[in-house]
Each structure stands twice: as C-alpha cells, then as structure tokens.
C-alpha cells in the first residue's frame, strides 16, 4: 500500500477539487454551447466540442490507470491536472469551433488522468473499513458536479462569458496541485512494467470510429451509406484487434483476467449502464423545463438541484453500509429506486406540475447516487493495490463510454422524434409556421427565451411544446430497457462485502 505522510486532509481535498473540476466540465460546456455557436459559428460542427473531450477521456482512462500503476500515483495525476488547466485556458480563447473542438480534445487527455488516479489514491491510502465512507465523499462530488455543471454553466454564460467556463477551472485546479504536489507523499516502489501501446492505440481508433459513426448516422450520413457502413466496419475491426492485442499483452491496458471475477464484471456492467442512462437525465431534464416551463438558463439548471441533492444522499448511504451488508443488496435498491424514477420521468406531460418533476427526478438522482460510491469500491474488492489503478480506471472508462454512447444515441432519438411529432402536430395547419417544413433550428432556439416564445402564436407555441415534450418523455421510457438489463446483472453479484479487518489486524492484500 502507499502511504502518505502529509496531511491526509489536505490530500483528500486536492483530490475532490479535482474531481469537482473534470466531472463538472462537460455539463458546465453543454450548457453554454447555444452561445459559443453564436459567437463562433460553426454550428454543423459543435458536436465535437463534446465529442472530442468524451473520446479523448475515454481513451486516456485506462491508459493512465495502468501507467499509475507501473509508475506512480503522483506524477500522471500532477501531469493530468496540469494538461487539462492549460487546454482549458486554451478553450477560452478560442477564435473558431475547430480550435475549440482541438483543445477540448487535450482537455479530455488531461480529464482522463485526474478521475480514476484520484479514487484509486484515496483506495491507497485507507484500509478497507475507511474505504466506504471515502469513496462515498468522492462519489458524493462526482455526482453533485454532473447536475451542478449545467447551473454554473448557464450563470456564467449569462452574467459573465462564455470565455469564463473554461477560465474557472484555473483557480480550481491550481489549488488542487498545490495541496496535492505539497502534501501527497507515496512510496518510492513500483513495479516495472510493459507499456501496452498497441492495445491503447487500437482502443482509441476504436471508439473514435464509434463515435464518428454514432454522431453522423441519421444526420450527414444515411445509416446504410458505404461511408457509416465504413465506420462501424472500422470500430469492429480495431476492437477485435484490441482484444486479440490484450489476451497476448504482456501487461494489458485493460486486464481481461480480471473480468473473470464475477463482481468485477458485473460492477463494469453496471458502471456502463448507469452512465449510459445517468447522462440522459443531466442534459434532457434542464432542457425540458426550460422548453415546457419557460424561463433563463439559469432557472432551468437550478431545477437539478433536487437531483443532486438525492444523489449526494445516495452515494452516501451506499458508501456507509459498505461494511454491513452486501454489495448486492445496496444496488437493489439503487436500481428500483433509479427504475421507478425513470418511470415516473416518462409520464410527464407539458401540464405535469413542477413539485411532481422535482419529487420524481429526486428518486432517480437518489438510485444513481449508490453507483458512485459502490461501484469503484466493488471493482478493486479483495485486488492487490498494484492493480487497483486498472480496476478504477477500467470502471471510470466503462461509465464514460456509457455516457458518451448514450447522449448519442439517445440525442439522435430524441431529434428525430421532436421532428416526426412536430410534423403530426402541424399536419392540420398545412405546415404550420411558413409551409415546407413546419420548424426549424433558428426556431426551435425561440423555446428557450422569453422573448423568442412571445413571438410564436399560442396555439402554434402549445403544439411545439407537446412535440418537444413527448420527444423528450420517450427517451425516459427508452432509458428503462438498460436499466431493466442493469436490474438482472445485480442480481448477479453474489453476496461479498466490504470486511473490515481484525483489531491489531494488517489488511489483506
């Protein structure tokens, strides 16, 4: 185990700084890209300003766990923190789209070192009693920063610039390096080790070749054109090669072995679905209370906090009772709880009030809540700390990947519906606003401001709204077929907990 001698304190809150900076970037962007568009142009390419950074995290991920293993905590966390504040610096004074996408990109480099180094740390330095609580902290802050990212974001945007969501992070993190740099102190012994280029290069081709297919499918390509066909032929190919590449590896970036341990499986399972579903609820409810509702961006961020606050509470209780039932038994409840929320979710109508959104999102929020926390913990249960750093990241990048492919995918639904329903409610109006089609993108802007919905007719403005909100509502229904396939793998994580060891005891490793 490494140890620390510095002040613990001051470790575990340069370690929540940063998690509280990478977790929250992407939401804290999404809320503000109407305005960056507006500002640079580019607005048939902004889907990378996101897409670069969740592929550039995704791949980095398991990379830098397993370089942390073989080399050290310290250094690839410090070289993380540092590459992420200078591309951030870097987004904020971008003069076009492109340049914004490029730096996202070494964004996502830097983002993916901080967040599975920093769990895998705080598994170092506590022994397996003191874990739970930990990781419930930590977990608390990932998920308080996905639901607070969209309300910074938008009061940002608002009051200040756009410019200041990427300058924010540089105080953040400059504190988070000194405490971390002044304070965290591992031991000096570290196993010499393979670096397994083939495997990360063929897993990042991969999932960029998914991602290029996910987000141009139905848009700017047919998805039975020879050019997506190509795409996904490509994301085969090079997982298959991966695979093959890692089952030979003499040190693999993703252990496959260690997927043969039940509760290791299960929980990267889990952490993909979760994701997948979790990132759904962080993008789509903001945007449907500022559609259906009305009001800023800033009034719809501040709609999440209920969720947050749940998911903090989940997190929490999932990371105490660690150590007194099963992990099994936790996730039960966090998926019927996460389940029923999702389903209450579904049945929203433009006439649903407010208090019934807030109590039903607060549901899901709490179910998701347990995966923050018990996840991680699950993933490196009984491993040698050498491989911790593998584990954490394998299950960090396996959420990623989840969200990454589920804002795709389901934005993609979601459009595409918004545009079918739209023209089922203006079929009895000839084509409702100008002929030819009935809606388009300027338009569907004037949702989200006062001033643009004033301008709409109220019978025209009734109908676009139902459209958007059945659109949105559908996606929550769709959400439920992974949460029924998350359901069924809990059940088989078997019956293992947190075991504190023995008074006088040294922990197992």
């Given at each position: 185990m490494m140890e620390s001698k510095g002040n613990i304190k001051l470790v575990i809150t340069g370690l929540l700084l940063s998690i509280l900076m990478a977790a929250m970037d992407n939401t804290i962007v999404a809320t503000a890209m109407g305005t960056i568009v507006g500002d640079l142009g580019g607005y048939d390419q902004f889907v990378w300003v996101t897409s670069a950074y969740m592929v550039?995290?995704?791949?980095?991920?398991?990379?830098?766990?397993?370089?942390?293993?073989?080399?050290?905590?310290?250094?690839?966390?410090?070289?993380?923190?540092?590459?992420?504040?200078?591309?951030?610096?870097?987004?904020?004074?971008?003069?076009?789209?492109?340049?914004?996408?490029?730096?996202?990109?070494?964004?996502?480099?830097?983002?993916?070192?901080?967040?599975?180094?920093?769990?895998?740390?705080?598994?170092?330095?506590?022994?397996?009693?003191?874990?739970?609580?930990?990781?419930?902290?930590?977990?608390?802050?990932?998920?308080?920063?996905?639901?607070?990212?969209?309300?910074?974001?938008?009061?940002?945007?608002?009051?200040?610039?756009?410019?200041?969501?990427?300058?924010?992070?540089?105080?953040?993190?400059?504190?988070?390096?000194?405490?971390?740099?002044?304070?965290?102190?591992?031991?000096?012994?570290?196993?010499?080790?393979?670096?397994?280029?083939?495997?990360?290069?063929?897993?990042?081709?991969?999932?960029?070749?998914?991602?290029?297919a996910l987000e141009l499918g139905g848009k700017k390509l047919a998805w039975d054109s020879l050019p997506l066909l190509g795409l996904f032929a490509s994301f085969a190919v090079f997982l298959l090669i991966f695979v093959l590449v890692e089952r030979k590896a003499e040190e693999p970036v993703i252990s496959f072995w260690l997927f043969r341990r039940r509760l290791f499986a299960v929980s990267q399972i889990l952490a993909l679905l979760y994701g997948a579903t979790f990132i759904i609820l962080t993008v789509y409810i903001p945007i449907y209370v500022q559609a259906i509702y009305g009001g800023s961006a800033t009034s719809a961020g501040l709609i999440l906090t209920p969720m947050m606050l749940g998911s903090v509470v989940g997190s929490a209780i999932g990371g105490v009772f660690q150590t007194k039932t099963s992990f099994r038994n936790l996730m039960i409840i966090s998926i019927f709880a996460f389940l029923a929320g999702m389903y209450l979710l579904s049945t929203l109508t433009p006439d649903t009030p407010r208090l019934y959104l807030t109590l039903y999102m607060t549901l899901a929020g709490f179910g998701t809540g347990f995966s923050f926390s018990l996840l991680p913990t699950a993933s490196t249960h009984n491993l040698e700390p050498h491989y911790r750093g593998t584990a954490n990241s394998t299950n960090s990048f396996l959420r990623s990947l989840g969200m990454t492919i589920g804002i795709t995918l389901f934005g993609s639904i979601q459009s595409r519906t918004f545009l079918s329903n739209l023209k089922e409610q203006f079929a009895d109006m000839g084509g409702g606003m100008g002929g030819g089609m009935p809606f388009n993108s300027e338009d569907t802007r004037s949702l989200f401001t006062d001033a643009g919905r004033a301008k709409i007719p109220p019978q025209v403005l009734d109908k676009i709204v139902a459209a958007m909100s059945s659109s949105i509502t559908y996606l929550f229904l769709l959400a439920l077929i992974p949460l029924a396939v998350a359901a069924v793998a809990t059940f088989f994580m078997g019956k293992e907990r947190v075991v504190a060891p023995e008074a006088g005891k040294p922990e197992a490793t």
């Open positions: 550039a995290n995704m791949a980095g991920m398991p990379i830098f766990g397993k370089l942390s293993d073989m080399y050290g905590r310290k250094r690839f966390f410090i070289f993380g923190l540092i590459l992420f504040l200078v591309s951030s610096m870097l987004c904020g004074i971008s003069q076009n789209i492109v340049q914004l996408s490029l730096f996202r990109a070494l964004q996502g480099i830097g983002g993916g070192a901080l967040m599975p180094i920093a769990f895998t740390i705080v598994f170092d330095l506590f022994p397996p009693e003191k874990r739970g609580k930990m990781t419930a902290l930590l977990g608390a802050t990932f998920g308080a920063s996905s639901v607070l990212g969209p309300l910074l974001g938008a009061y940002i945007t608002e009051y200040i610039s756009w410019h200041w969501i990427f300058y924010v992070n540089v105080p953040i993190g400059i504190l988070s390096f000194l405490l971390i740099w002044r304070e965290y102190h591992e031991s000096k012994i570290h196993t010499k080790q393979a670096i397994d280029w083939w495997g990360a290069s063929t897993l990042v081709l991969s999932v960029v070749s998914l991602m290029f």
